[in-house]
């Protein structure tokens, strides 16, 4: 018999026989676990329109798992001594995996050792592991151990080097995530370069919502996360097993070069093409798929946070957000792969002005907003101060000329910019005679139409 079918056959045997105890373990603790939770408080129900959302209780089945351990120091060894006897076996199986055997030695009663997630390591033994077990069987809601140990298998064989990527269902996959608020999106739109355009829905085995709850609690309250969504590039990762003697250090692993900026330059694109504010909430370099987490044994890994703004008060419990459309996500895409061969460079930052004018706010957010687009527009077309022809009519040139109008639509434009100009004029001069008070009364009627032929010209430049 070869080597690699030798190893196929007793992967298989093990997994057997580890299922095989697992469920008789299974069976044996449901009272000590009632008894248990009889004492220290059940846990805590949470339903949300009928739907049960009560989370796996991991920590008490660790305490459980511990205080049967111990049982002897505290003198109630023959309580347990049931559960006992139907937790070791599940030690001997575990034992007898290469991968466990190496790390905690022959000794019997050592059962701690290191499990490396990234750049973190941490503390754990065999409790962690059967409790893990449970949980991720129970969140599939299956019958049996079957798949839940033929991937808990997979995952020891690839920290051991003995399995190559990828593993089924995504258990080696990672994400670096940056989680923005405002516009719908429902569906996955590839972005080039490995990165990808994900509505927040989809991102759930890697972000609990609850890691959202400071910066918008009221949307997690009401399970309104449907204007979330994720900037996203995904890693292949393995776990690293080492004894509690090994104090090795492991190569930091870092996010893709420029990745911060990417997200930031496509968010604000995608902002001005879709016309919605669109407000960085969150970035979290390093998210584990969460059954992975389970079946180290290990609390739900969000990976390293770095916070946005607070978006709470942008929420709304009776407006329903319309979706965004599909093809103007894939106009902002096509733009944003072109960037090398366009003059982008110099669009980037009159990009960045519009997507920041609309999410201001305050009582002078529409005198700023349209002093936005004054800057852009000037600084897109840049008047040369030194012609004889005013700035105002250079910029009406070269806007009509921009968007390739018809004469009627010229004439519109034309007097549409004027009248931004006049706007700015009063907010610059303040309301010193009749017509900039007048003026100062039309600030929304401005930006609403130089917003739009703004933000025309300035895509058209970035094509």
């Known amino acids: 018999m070869k080597v690699k079918e030798m190893l196929e056959f007793y992967q298989k045997d093990w997994e057997n026989r580890l299922a095989t105890v697992l469920g008789s373990l299974e069976r044996v603790q449901k009272p000590f676990l009632k008894n248990y939770w009889q004492t220290s408080g059940y846990p805590t129900q949470v339903i949300f329109n009928g739907i049960d959302e009560t989370p796996f209780p991991f920590d008490d089945y660790i305490q459980l798992y511990e205080d049967a351990r111990f049982a002897s120091k505290y003198e109630s060894t023959k309580y347990y001594e049931q559960l006992l006897s139907a937790m070791s076996p599940v030690r001997g199986v575990l034992r007898d995996h290469p991968c466990l055997s190496r790390v905690v030695g022959k000794n019997i009663g050592v059962e701690e050792f290191h499990t490396g997630i990234l750049n ?34 997979a995952m020891l064989l690839l ?26 999106i429902t569906e996955e739109v590839g972005l080039g370069e490995g990165y990808s355009l994900i509505p927040f829905f989809k991102l759930e085995d890697y972000i609990d919502r609850n890691a959202l709850r400071d910066m918008a609690p009221r949307q997690v309250e009401e399970r309104r996360l449907e204007q979330f969504f994720g900037v996203v590039h995904p890693f292949r990762w393995r776990p690293e097993f080492r004894s509690m003697n090994d104090y090795r250090d492991s190569k930091p692993r870092t996010v893709p070069p420029l990745f911060h900026r990417k997200t930031a330059e496509f968010a604000e694109l995608l ?14 370099e390093g998210c584990i798929n969460l059954k992975s987490c389970q079946l180290l044994g ?23 957000p319309v979706s965004s459309d599909l093809g103007s996500i894939e106009y902002a ?7 090398r061969d366009s003059d982008y460079a110099e669009i980037a930052p009159l990009i960045h002005r519009l997507s920041k004018s609309m999410r201001k706010e305050g009582r002078f957010s529409s005198e700023d907003r349209v002093l936005d687009l004054a800057i852009v527009l000037e600084r897109l077309f840049k008047p040369n101060p030194n012609r004889k022809v005013g700035t105002l009519t250079q910029l009406q040139n070269s806007l009509v000329e921009c968007l390739d109008c018809d004469e009627d639509d010229k004439d519109k434009l034309r007097g549409e910019m004027k009248h931004l100009y006049e706007v700015r004029s009063a907010i610059v001069h303040g309301p010193n005679k009749e017509k900039n008070r007048t003026r100062l009364k039309e600030l929304d009627k401005a930006w609403r139409a130089g917003f739009k032929f703004t933000r025309e010209a300035v895509l058209k430049s970035a094509e």
């Open 120 to 153: 973190g390591s941490s503390w754990t033994n065999f409790n962690h592991l059967i409790a893990g077990l449970m949980w991720r069987k129970w969140s599939r809601r299956e019958k049996s151990f079957e798949t839940t140990v033929s991937e808990f298998n």
């Open 159 to 184: 920290g051991m080097r003995m399995l190559d990527h990828p593993l089924e269902d995504g258990l080696d996959k990672g994400l670096d995530v940056v989680l923005f608020y405002g516009a719908k």
């Open 271 to 284: 902002s001005v093409v879709l016309e919605v504010p669109i407000t960085w909430v969150m970035t979290l």
């Open 298 to 320: 290990k609390d739900h890994d969000f990976g390293n946070k770095r916070y946005g703004r607070f978006v709470g008060h942008l929420h709304s419990s009776f407006r329903t």
């Open 333 to 339: 895409r096509d733009i944003f792969a072109r960037k």
